[in-house]
C-alpha cells in the first residue's frame, strides 16, 4: 500500500506572510492539527497547532489578556512555522511512512512530488486505513 491509498489530497494551506490568528482559524474550522505553508506554489514549511500554543504562551513574555488577540493577529505564520519541513512521496510504501512518524514522532507529513505538494498524510489518515483493513480481515 502507497502513501497515495490513504493521503488527504489538496489540504488546505496558508501563506507564511498570513497571521497565526489565521493559521488557528482554518484549524478549528477543519479540525485540522496542521497546515502546510505554501509561498509561490511551494512548500516552505509547516504549522502545528503546537507552533501556535508554543507561541501564544511564551513563558518569556509577560503581558495582559487583552494582548492575546493583538498577539494573534499580528504574528505571522513564518515566526512560527517548521521551516523546510519532512515530506514523503506519493509514491512512498506505508510502512515506512508509519515507522518514519513512529520514530520522529510525526503526527503528519506533507506529500510532496517534483516540489508540488499534493495531499497531506496524518495518523487519522492511517487510522481510517487501519479500521477499513481490520473490518476487511473481519469479513473473511
Known sequence: MLVRDV???DPVTIGPNQSIGTALARMRRGGFRRLPVVEEGKLVGIITDRDLRLAMNSPYV???GWYDSYLME???VRSCMTPNPVT???????ADVVR???EQKFGGAPVVENDVLLGIITETDLMRCLVALLEALDQD
Open 74 to 76: 499580528h504574528i505571522e
Open 88 to 94: 514523503v512521496s506519493p509514491d512512498d510504501k506505508l
Open 7 to 9: 493521503m488527504t489530497p
Open 100 to 102: 518514519l512518524f513512529q
Open 62 to 64: 509577560l503581558r495582559e
